[in-house]
């Protein structure tokens, strides 16, 4: 199977939010794109793709566990091999969001990749655990938000705008 792409979708996902935004992405992005489950990423999977969107959710204020890991595992690495790449964030979170996404940034930068989207939160007010743990279901604007910034992104890379 060839690995390259020119957009590398990685999520991860434990009650389907994540997944639906990163899918949805997936489909507005097309065959521009790549979208891998965090677990299945590795180094030469990000070294091949030309740019990256980041879809994870925020556990207890961070990034998942999932989303961190590939990261530990990818971040030496990767190292001096994709400075200058465009990426953008999607993370799902039952309140605030900020502070998985300032990680995932603060990762970013070391790899000295270039934001080239704001960074989009999509806030599932879970705030008990029932309502943590269930399956989320994403409202529809915020997945069609999801598709645009797929697509943004692919529409960029073949530009040449990135």
């Given at each position: 199977?060839?690995?390259?792409?020119?957009?590398?979708?990685?999520?991860?996902?434990?009650?389907?939010?994540?997944?639906?935004?990163?899918?949805?992405?997936?489909?507005?992005?097309?065959?521009?794109?790549?979208?891998?489950?965090?677990?299945?990423?590795?180094?030469?999977?990000?070294?091949?793709?030309?740019?990256?969107?980041?879809v994870g959710p925020e556990n207890?204020?961070?990034?998942?566990?999932?989303?961190?890991?590939?990261?530990?595992?990818?971040?030496?690495?990767?190292?001096?091999?994709?400075?200058?790449?465009?990426?953008?964030?999607?993370?799902?979170?039952?309140?605030?969001?900020?502070?998985?996404?300032?990680?995932l940034d603060r990762i970013a930068?070391?790899?000295?990749?270039?934001?080239?989207?704001?960074?989009?939160?999509?806030?599932?007010?879970?705030?008990?655990?029932?309502?943590?743990?269930?399956?989320?279901?994403?409202?529809?604007?915020?997945?069609?938000?999801?598709?645009?910034?797929?697509?943004?992104?692919?529409?960029?890379l073949a530009a040449g705008i990135?």
């Amino acid at each position: 199977m060839d690995d390259t792409s020119p957009l590398l979708i990685v999520w991860h996902s434990r009650t389907g939010g994540s997944e639906a935004l990163a899918r949805a992405a997936a489909d507005g992005a097309g065959s521009a794109a790549r979208s891998v489950r965090a677990e299945g990423v590795s180094p030469d999977l990000l070294i091949a793709a030309a740019g990256y969107l980041f879809v994870g959710p925020e556990n207890l204020a961070a990034l998942s566990g999932a989303m961190k890991e590939m990261f530990d595992l990818c971040y030496y690495p990767c190292l001096g091999k994709l400075e200058g790449r465009p990426y953008a964030t999607i993370i799902c979170a039952g309140s605030d969001g900020e502070n998985a996404q300032r990680q995932l940034d603060r990762i970013a930068t070391g790899w000295r990749l270039r934001r080239v989207a704001e960074g989009v939160i999509v806030n599932t007010a879970a705030q008990t655990p029932e309502a943590i743990l269930a399956p989320k279901t994403i409202p529809a604007d915020r997945l069609a938000e999801a598709r645009d910034l797929g697509a943004a992104l692919a529409e960029g890379l073949a530009a040449g705008i990135f």
